[in-house]
């Protein structure tokens, strides 16, 4: 088994190197690493942030572990040299649509949430966000105005094809967890949305055990904070999901606490946090690895079919927790490495 390994930029060396540490210590045999390139440190060593040889990897591997891309000397490049296009690009060329970010308070946890501590305990959801389409791969430009104005735009699109497929994973998700799928739009507004919500409701003839609804965006945003226990699956586009998926890491607790999983048709994945590469603490030791150490969690479950040893990484990080670990996010002082030590030392 090939586990592609890209560190990327900002913490994401950092916090890479404690989720290995945790791989190696489970002691599995036959997983190989390989490392390579992306993001602002691709650009500045290759002068790409996908390199050929990158994308060769991923494809290869069984698995991807990334840590994080973007780097603040890079943001005045030409957009398709800019790191972000590492993982936009990988999630694209390898067909990696379907992002699975689960959100659920480590009862250990619930003083760190943002939230009342009732109201965070009651957490337990997971976002289903398509990530190929949206207003994300939408032709994009800069222009100018009949008055001559700069004007930038940004098309905003979907097909029903990319929304059944992962309305399809939507529903299946639902299936396999309490049975609610809630399919967040802004149908009110945009016709991208309208066929979002024509789509969904077409795919749930297939799934009668399935009780779906449906929420525009603002109102979900709001009921994520007002009683998030509500929700079970929540099925939604590439940046409605991007953005209420950090708003529900602080529900939890802390952005450093949010793994995921990007999965293709062949079921390939590619695991990472949801965090960027964090450059206002990148280097000091302050990053938690949580979300990294529970992102190869998430590989083991669903791309190495090895889910005891997942099972036993999310029960040392429990254990962990419930022992005090704390980086600052978490309201604490302990270093990345210590974070690290912590689940090692759960895990013995
Ligand atoms: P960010 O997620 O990097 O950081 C937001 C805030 O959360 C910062 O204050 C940061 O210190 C904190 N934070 C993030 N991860 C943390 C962790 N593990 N432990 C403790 N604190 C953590 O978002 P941003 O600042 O908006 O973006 C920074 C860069 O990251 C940008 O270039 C952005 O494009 C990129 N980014 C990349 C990814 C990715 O690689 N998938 C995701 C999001 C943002
Ligand atoms: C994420 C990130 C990415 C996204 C950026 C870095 C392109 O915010 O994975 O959540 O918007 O998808
Ligand atoms: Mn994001």
């Known amino acids: 088994m090939l586990i592609a390994l890209f560190p990327g930029d900002g913490i994401g060396p950092e916090i890479i190197a404690q989720a290995k540490r945790v791989l190696d210590a489970l002691g599995i045999d036959g997983l190989t690493y390989e490392e390579g390139l992306v993001g602002g440190a691709a650009y500045k060593a290759v002068g790409h942030p ?3 040889e990158t994308l060769e990897l991923a494809r290869r591997a069984d698995a ?7 780097d603040p000397d890079c943001d005045s490049l030409e957009r398709h040299l800019r790191p972000e296009q ?25 003083d760190a949430s943002a ?5 965070a305990s009651a957490i337990d959801l997971l976002i289903v966000r398509e990530t190929n389409g949206d207003v994300y791969f939408g032709e994009k430009g800069m222009r100018k105005t009949a008055e001559g104005l700069r004007e930038g735009y940004d098309i905003m699109s979907y097909n029903e094809e990319q929304v059944r497929k992962i309305a399809h994973q939507g529903f299946q998700a639902a299936r396999a967890r309490r049975g ?20 969904v409701i077409e795919v749930s ?10 929420m525009y965006v603002d109102n979900a ?8 226990g509500q929700f079970d699956v929540i099925v939604t586009g590439n940046m409605f999901g991007d953005i209420l998926s950090d708003q529900a890491s602080m529900c939890v607790g802390s952005i450093g606490m949010l793994a995921s999983a990007t999965l293709n048709d062949s ?17 000091q030791g302050k990053a938690n690895p949580l979300a990294t150490i529970l992102s190869a969690a998430m590989m083991l479950r669903y791309s190495l079919n090895q889910p005891e040893q997942a099972d036993r990484i999310e029960k040392a990080v429990a254990k962990a927790l419930a022992g005090g670990a704390r980086s600052p996010d978490l309201g604490g002082t302990m270093t990345t490495v210590a974070m690290g030590d912590a689940v090692l030392a759960a895990l013995a």
């Not at 802004?186 to 991208?192: G, P, Q, S, Y």
């Open 50 to 52: 996908l390199p050929p």
């Open 64 to 70: 991807i572990l990334f840590g994080a891309v973007g």
């Open 86 to 110: 590492a993982i936009l690009g990988l999630r694209k060329a390898m067909g990696l649509f379907s992002n699975l970010r689960p959100a659920k308070v480590f009862p250990e946890l619930a």
């Open 115 to 119: 939230l009342k501590k009732e109201v």
């Open 180 to 199: 609610k799928l809630c399919s967040v739009d802004k149908a009110n507004v945009l016709e991208t949305s309208q066929l979002w919500r024509d789509v």
């Open 205 to 214: 003839a297939e799934y009668p055990d399935v009780a779906l609804s449906h």
């Open 221 to 228: 945003a709001m009921q994520l904070v007002r009683n998030p």
């Open 267 to 283: 079921n390939q994945g590619l695991y990472e946090p949801i965090h960027g590469s964090a450059p206002d603490i990148a280097g």
